[in-house]
């Protein structure tokens, strides 16, 4: 039925919004994306490592299923079907940086069986991090193998999660009829979304490159030297206060700590990467930061590009509302970003 169909979906959640996105063509072969995004009441999802992030499942579920359900008339056949039917829809699910631990660190010998490398991957991970891994899921992809096969030396990125946050995560999507197939991080997904755009506009290859992403409270920031990724820091801004105005930008104190932020990050990175030197910076916001983005180009040399819907129609979103509010990209990079 999902191969027939041909409909995709993504659902985002984060402190102040809930994003969905679903992409697939109608019974004459014509594309569909559509999204929709829904305000969350304050204090409903609090992202953390670990403690639990959703206070009152029962309103959440309340709010997914009118930002989820089928439109009156928009709804293809076999949607209306599935929603009758209550047949679960598999989903993409994005959740917030914050609710995640994850480091980057060299390991020189690799063991060639897998129970031997993620045992020594988790353990590595540990002596790393000040994060509890008893209960926590643990992932990991290497970045390099320096052309020394896999039980040669890698840079290895892991990324952990506590057992009990994701699993209040894929509860409130089971709740509304979803069952989630992939779970992702937003920075990740939105980063593999811009790399999908910029080759399809500018093919571009190794280069030194700053990621900067302002979302759910958090702030995270992404280092690449030659094209891989060398430093990765995640941390919380402000909680219980306003980090932004109405209209999404940063106050002037935010701006500062952002900067100072940055500095302190490559100061921290160019002691192993001395020749570390970054011509572009990616941002990533709720709304346009035009002061942040004029701050941060003359603060540090760069030219700063911020995420927008433009990059996400090269990446592939064919999507006939003219405007949407920026976030939903991490719903759209669910769908597009994968890798």
């Known amino acids: 039925m999902w191969e027939n169909s041909r409909l995709h979906y993504c659902l985002k959640l984060g402190p102040r919004e809930a994003a969905w996105a679903e992409s697939g063509r109608n019974w004459w072969g014509r594309r569909r994306d559509r999204c929709r995004l829904a305000q969350l009441p304050s204090g409903l999802i609090q992202p953390s490592p670990v403690e639990p992030n959703i206070t009152d499942p029962v309103a959440l579920a309340t709010r997914l299923r009118a930002l989820i359900q089928p439109e009156a008339r928009g709804g293809s056949a076999v949607h209306r079907l599935m929603a009758q039917a209550q047949v679960p829809r598999p989903v993409a699910l994005i959740v917030p940086d914050l609710c995640v631990r994850a480091v980057i660190f060299r390991l020189d010998n690799v063991p060639a069986r897998s129970e031997e490398r993620e045992a020594l991957i988790r353990w590595r ?34 990324v952990a999660i506590q057992e009990a946050v994701l699993h209040q995560y894929e509860m409130a999507c089971e709740s509304v009829g979803l069952a989630p197939m992939q779970v992702d991080v937003a920075s990740f997904r939105l980063f593999n979304l811009w790399a999908r755009a910029s080759q399809a506009t500018e093919g571009n290859g190794a280069e030194n490159l700053l990621w900067l992403s302002l979302l759910d409270d958090g702030l995270t920031l992404l280092i690449f030297h030659a094209g891989q990724l060398v430093f990765l820091r995640s941390k919380l801004q402000l909680r219980g206060a306003r980090v932004a105005d109405e209209s999404g930008r940063l106050e002037t104190e935010q701006v500062d700590k952002v900067v100072t932020e940055i500095a302190a990050s490559l100061l921290s990175c160019a002691e192993t990467y001395p020749d570390l030197a970054a011509q572009r910076l990616i941002l990533v916001s709720d709304g346009p930061q035009p002061g942040l983005a004029r701050q941060l180009s003359g603060e540090f040399g760069v030219e700063v590009e911020e995420l927008g819907v433009a990059q996400a129609e090269y990446a592939g979103w064919n999507s006939a509302h003219a405007s949407m509010p920026r976030g939903v990209l991490p719903a759209i990079a669910g769908l597009l970003g994968g890798g």
């Open 125 to 158: 991970l540990g002596q790393e991090q000040l994060f509890p891994l008893v209960g926590a899921k643990v992932v990991s992809q290497p970045l390099s193998t320096n052309g020394k096969g896999a039980t040669g030396p890698q840079t290895v990125l892991a």
